[in-house]
């Protein structure tokens, strides 16, 4: 099976970076994920990684390292609208279907004036 | 416009009532998935399919039945409804290439179901 930690809730300033971390425990990794969700609407895709180091998009990155299972997401130069929750998410091929996705519980992430 | 859509977007229907859930997608995606979300527990998956004729129970298979007729669309079906089935349920499909490892999840917009 699939165990997924993520902090439940995080506040932020606006302008500023925030690092949201995600730990799992699988006993198979074919990537991971993160979604962005608002309230209420569909999750959309931010970031993929499968090889250790981190990927930049713009102004967010996601970082992975397979041998701790660990990854994180960072937001930099956060607005207010990046006020959502951020899901992460683990493709394995036990648990949640063959090549399916776990998801985290999300982390609903607060950006303050 | 590539997209995923999901039927009614909100339902409010009584327990027993048979109801189905339909989602189709213009992707020409092999894989497709149904995820219920609740607060406090997140993103459950119920069914997947990793291609036509081909389906399998995800973590809270109960009381749910799918089919995959038609590449395209992947109908949840509620046979006899239950209070504890309300909830906002998403449907999301993917590309199979490279054994899917790196193609996203394409969600649909939800469907709220409340079940009196």
């Known amino acids: 099976g699939q165990n997924i930690d993520q902090p439940t809730e995080m506040t932020a300033t606006e302008g500023a970076i925030v690092q949201i971390n995600c730990t799992y425990q699988?006993?198979?990794?074919?990537?991971l994920f993160w979604y962005q969700q608002h309230a209420g609407e569909a999750p959309t895709f931010l970031s993929y990684?499968?090889?250790?180091g981190l990927e930049e998009k713009g102004r967010f990155s996601s970082f992975l390292s397979r041998s701790k299972g660990y990854s994180y997401l960072l937001l930099k130069e956060l607005q207010m609208k990046d006020s959502a929750s951020y899901l992460c998410?683990?493709?394995?091929?036990?648990?949640?279907?063959?090549?399916?996705?776990?998801f985290g519980k999300g982390t609903h992430l607060i950006i303050q004036p | 416009e590539a997209q995923v859509t999901q039927n009614p977007r909100y339902l409010i229907t009584v327990t027993g009532k048979k109801l189905t859930v339909t989602c189709s997608q213009n992707m020409n995606h092999e894989y497709m998935s149904w995820y219920r979300q609740d607060p406090g527990l997140g993103l459950r998956q119920i069914y997947y399919s990793m291609n036509v004729e081909v389906t399998d129970k995800g973590d809270v298979p109960e009381g749910y039945k799918v089919s995959r007729k038609e590449k395209r669309n992947f109908p949840l079906i509620l046979e006899s409804p239950s209070p504890n089935q309300t909830s906002l349920y998403f449907c999301a499909s993917s590309g199979a290439g490279q054994g899917m490892g790196n193609q996203p999840q394409h969600f649909g917009d939800g469907t709220r179901l409340s079940i009196l």
């Open positions: 998410a683990v493709r394995d091929r036990i648990g949640g279907g063959a090549d399916g996705l776990t």
């Open positions: 699988t006993s198979g990794f074919n990537g």
């Open positions: 990684n499968v090889l250790d």
